[in-house]
């Protein structure tokens, strides 16, 4: 699996950490608002409240800022919806509770409104692309992989590829959600609630993996 660094800008000033964040909040308004292509350094400027100095002081380019802001975001959701508690619980109980929050987050608005933006630029700018993969999916599926492996050794799951499970069980609990989600075909799934879905999901992915 490739894996991207984090954007950062190195610093230990409280200040600059500040004014970096006043930036990417600006600048997540905007790409929200209009998209990656018609967004502008101009809008951003405003946006934020800062000099077009202070931006490029940061972000050397509107690619660069975007890239930052994708990873962030990504990361501190995945960080906020790949919870697994693994209190000795059973294993289906434990991937329903992580399933329906990771369906929640990956059906938001704001999430969805991202991921559509990211697609339409990272043809142009393929590390725009990298960047959210590793900030999201990849660290999402290292999480679970852990857990996975974790419940493989303790025998509570047959031995399998745990990295390629984590793949598969994502798709599953995800699938009849997000999709209709990303293509605004929300009306052809109404039936089913985001816990229906992951309950037949989860049920799914246990019957392949049982002992």
């Known amino acids: 699996m490739t894996t991207v660094a984090p954007i950062t800008l190195p610093t230990n000033n409280p200040e600059d950490s500040a004014k970096r ?10 790409f929200l608002e209009h998209g990656f292509d018609a967004a502008s350094m101009n809008d951003i400027v405003r946006a934020a409240g800062v000099s077009k100095g202070t931006v490029y002081a940061y972000f050397p380019s509107k690619e660069k800022l975007f890239e930052a802001m994708v990873y962030q975001d990504r990361r501190r959701q995945a960080e906020q919806s790949v919870i697994i508690l693994d209190d000795g619980r059973p294993v289906e109980q434990v991937l329903n509770e992580l399933g329906l929050r990771m369906v ?4 938001s608005e704001e999430s969805i409104a991202q991921v559509r933006i990211v697609i339409a ?7 725009i692309g990298r960047s959210f993969y590793e900030a999201g999916p990849a660290f999402a599926i290292g999480r679970i992989a852990a857990y ?3 419940c493989m050794d303790e025998g509570k799951l047959r031995r399998a590829d745990p990295e390629l499970a984590a793949f598969q069980f994502i798709d599953v609990i995800s699938g009849a959600v997000h999709k209709p989600c990303m293509f605004s075909a929300q009306d052809l799934v109404a039936t089913r609630t985001p816990e229906q879905v992951v309950t037949a999901g989860v049920s799914l992915f246990m019957h392949g993996l049982a002992k």
Do not use: D, T, W, Y
């Open 148 to 150: 996975f492996r974790k």
């Open 104 to 107: 929640h987050l990956m059906s």
């Open 121 to 127: 630029a990272a043809n142009k700018f393929p590390e």
């Open 21 to 30: 964040q006043q930036i990417l909040a600006g600048a997540r308004q905007v």
